[in-house]
C-alpha cells in the first residue's frame, strides 16, 4: 500500500470554537457548545478531494483532571464526525498533563506517531494545523510543516510556525497552492 499524505488537525481553536478566558483558549465543556468555525466543513471537504487524510489530534487534559468526562468529549468526536465525515481518524490524549511525561501528550509527537504508523502516512508530505504553540511544537517534532492560525492569544509560540494565517480555510489554501498535486 503507499503511504499517503495527511493534514494532523488540531481540535479546540482549529475545528471547533474554544471558549475564551483570560485571553486563553478552552474546550467546550458541553455538547450544546461545540460549534465548528466558519469554513471547516468545506475546508475539510477539498483537503480529503485533494488526496489528504485528515487525522485530528487532541489533548483533552480536562477528563485526566477530573473537571469534563470522556463521554462528554466522545459524544463531541461522534458530533465531529458527523459534521464532517471527511475525518478518518481522531486520537485523544487525556493526561492532566500535571507532573507525568505522556508520549501522547502534545507537544510530544505521539498522538502523530501512532496514527502514522496505523494509517500508514507519508510523514514527510504531511501537514499539522493548530492554534496553540503546542501544536506547532508538536508538529515540528514529528517533521511536519505547520500552520499556525494565530488569533493573538496571550502565549507565546516555542517554534515559528512554516506558515502563519488567521482561519482555517487560508490553512487549507496554503496547504493547496505549497503542496505538490496528488
Same mark, same amino acid.
Given at each position: 500500500?503507499?503511504?499517503?499524505?495527511?493534514?494532523?488537525?488540531?481540535?479546540?481553536?482549529?475545528?471547533?470554537?474554544?471558549?475564551?478566558?483570560? %485571553?486563553?483558549?478552552?474546550?467546550?465543556?458541553?455538547?450544546? &457548545?461545540?460549534?465548528?468555525?466558519?469554513?471547516?466543513?468545506?475546508?475539510?471537504?477539498?483537503?480529503?478531494?485533494?488526496?489528504?487524510?485528515?487525522?485530528?489530534?487532541?489533548?483533552?487534559?480536562?477528563?485526566?483532571?477530573?473537571?469534563?468526562?470522556?463521554?462528554?468529549?466522545?459524544?463531541?468526536?461522534?458530533?465531529? +464526525?458527523?459534521?464532517?465525515?471527511?475525518? &478518518?481518524?481522531?486520537?485523544?490524549?487525556?493526561?492532566?498533563?500535571?507532573?507525568?511525561? &505522556?508520549?501522547?501528550?502534545?507537544?510530544?509527537? %505521539?498522538?502523530?506517531?501512532?496514527?502514522?504508523?496505523?494509517?500508514?502516512?507519508?510523514?514527510?508530505?504531511?501537514?499539522?494545523?493548530?492554534?496553540?504553540?503546542?501544536?506547532?511544537?508538536?508538529? +515540528?517534532?514529528?517533521?511536519? +510543516?505547520?500552520?499556525?492560525?494565530?488569533?493573538?492569544?496571550?502565549?507565546?509560540?516555542?517554534?515559528?510556525?512554516?506558515?502563519?494565517?488567521?482561519?482555517?480555510?487560508?490553512?487549507?489554501?496554503?496547504?493547496?497552492?505549497?503542496?505538490?498535486?496528488?
Amino acid at each position: 500500500m503507499a503511504l499517503r499524505p495527511a493534514i494532523f488537525l488540531d481540535r479546540d481553536g482549529t475545528l471547533n470554537a474554544p471558549i475564551i478566558q483570560g %485571553g486563553k483558549p478552552y474546550p467546550p465543556q458541553k455538547l450544546e &457548545d461545540f460549534k465548528l468555525l466558519d469554513g471547516v466543513v468545506a475546508a475539510c471537504r477539498d483537503l480529503k478531494k485533494a488526496g489528504f487524510l485528515l487525522i485530528v489530534v487532541t489533548n483533552q487534559p480536562d477528563v485526566g483532571r477530573g473537571t469534563q468526562s470522556q463521554e462528554v468529549v466522545e459524544a463531541m468526536h461522534a458530533k465531529l +464526525k458527523q459534521l464532517v465525515p471527511e475525518i &478518518d481518524h481522531i486520537e485523544v490524549c487525556y493526561d492532566s498533563g500535571y507532573g507525568t511525561n &505522556d508520549r501522547r501528550r502534545k507537544p510530544e509527537p %505521539g498522538m502523530m506517531e501512532d496514527a502514522a504508523a496505523l494509517l500508514e502516512i507519508d510523514v514527510p508530505s504531511s501537514w499539522m494545523i493548530g492554534d496553540r504553540w503546542r501544536d506547532i511544537e508538536c508538529g +515540528k517534532k514529528m517533521g511536519v +510543516k505547520t500552520i499556525f492560525i494565530d488569533y493573538g492569544y496571550q502565549e507565546q509560540l516555542t517554534e515559528q510556525p512554516d506558515f502563519r494565517v488567521t482561519t482555517f480555510s487560508a490553512a487549507k489554501a496554503t496547504i493547496l497552492k505549497n503542496h505538490p498535486v496528488l
